[in-house]
C-alpha cells in the first residue's frame, strides 16, 4: 500500500529532474495538482535537509544529497561495476566519449560517461533519460528487445523530430532495428544532436537478455572515418561486460 506523501515526494524529484532551471511552489503544485499548503511543506523539509536546492528566486532544483546517493547507487549496481575498467580501456582507445545505459522503464538512462582527451560536449549526463527511438544506444536496446516487448514501446512513442536527421517513420525505424540486429551495433547519425555521431553494441546478461548498452560518440567525420576500428573495439568491450555478467554465448 503506497504512502501518500512519500509517493508526492517521488513526484517532486521526477518533476524537478525534468526542469533544471528549477520550479517555484506554485509551479510545483500546479503541475502536479497538488494542495499548496501541502508542497511548501514537503518542498520546506526536503530542501533543508538537502534534497532540494534553492535559486535566489525560490526556484527549487534537485539538491547536493541527491548526487550522494546516486553515487552509492551507481557503485551498488554489479554492471557499474563489472563495466568500469572496460569502459575506462575503451575511451583510451578510440579516443573519444563513451556512454553506458540502461533499460528503464520505456525509457533508457545514462549510467556511465568516460571522457577522453578529445571529448566533445553533450546534452547526455549521467542519469538523464532519453527516448530509446533517436539515440544509438536507444536502438541498439530496442533492436534486441523481445520483438513483443519492443512492439509495445514504439507503439506508445511519439516519434518527434530531434533534429533534421531523425528517424519519424514507424517502418523506415522498424528496418533499421532488424538491420542493427543483424550486424550487431546501431548507429545514431546526428539524430539526437546535431554533429553528434555515435556508435552503439549491447550488453547482455546471464540469460542473454539485453539489459544494457555501450556507445562512442565524437564528432560525425572523426567517427566515420575511424568506423570499423572503432566497432572492433566497442563490440570487443561488450563481450567483455557481458562476459563479466554472466552472460556465455
Known amino acids: 500500500m503506497s504512502v501518500k506523501s512519500a509517493v508526492r515526494v517521488l513526484e517532486i ?112 549526463q549521467i542519469g538523464s533519460r532519453k527516448p530509446m527511438y533517436c539515440t ?28 533534421e536527421n531523425t528517424v519519424t517513420d514507424r517502418d523506415e525505424l522498424d528496418r533499421l532495428l532488424i538491420q542493427y540486429r543483424e550486424q550487431g551495433y546501431a548507429v545514431d547519425n546526428e539524430e539526437n544532436e546535431e554533429g553528434l555521431y555515435c556508435i552503439a553494441a549491447p550488453v547482455f546478461d546471464v540469460a542473454g537478455l539485453v539489459f544494457a548498452a555501450v556507445s562512442v560518440a565524437g564528432p560525425k567525420d572523426r567517427i566515420r572515418k575511424r568506423h570499423d576500428f572503432i566497432v572492433f573495439h566497442l563490440l570487443s568491450t561488450t563481450r567483455v561486460i557481458s562476459r563479466n555478467m554472466g552472460y556465455i554465448p
Open 136 to 163: 544509438g544506444l536507444g536502438k541498439v536496446l530496442l533492436a534486441y528487445l523481445p520483438e513483443e516487448e519492443r512492439n509495445r514501446i514504439l507503439d506508445k512513442s511519439a516519434l518527434h523530430p530531434i533534429t
Open 13 to 124: 524529484f521526477e518533476l524537478l529532474r525534468d526542469h533544471p532551471q528549477g520550479l517555484n511552489i506554485k509551479e510545483i503544485a500546479s503541475a502536479l495538482s497538488f494542495p499548496q499548503s501541502s508542497t511548501f511543506n514537503l518542498v520546506k523539509t526536503l530542501y533543508e535537509h538537502g534534497y532540494l536546492s534553492a535559486t535566489e528566486t525560490k526556484k527549487y532544483r534537485l539538491g547536493p544529497k541527491l548526487i550522494q546517493l546516486g553515487t552509492s547507487s551507481m557503485e551498488s549496481m554489479d554492471v557499474y561495476r563489472e563495466a568500469k575498467w572496460p569502459l575506462e580501456r575503451l575511451a583510451e582507445q578510440v579516443e573519444e566519449t563513451v556512454f553506458m545505459a540502461i533499460l528503464s522503464g520505456d525509457e533508457m538512462v545514462y549510467v556511465a560517461k568516460e571522457d577522453s582527451n578529445r571529448s566533445i560536449k553533450t546534452s547526455a
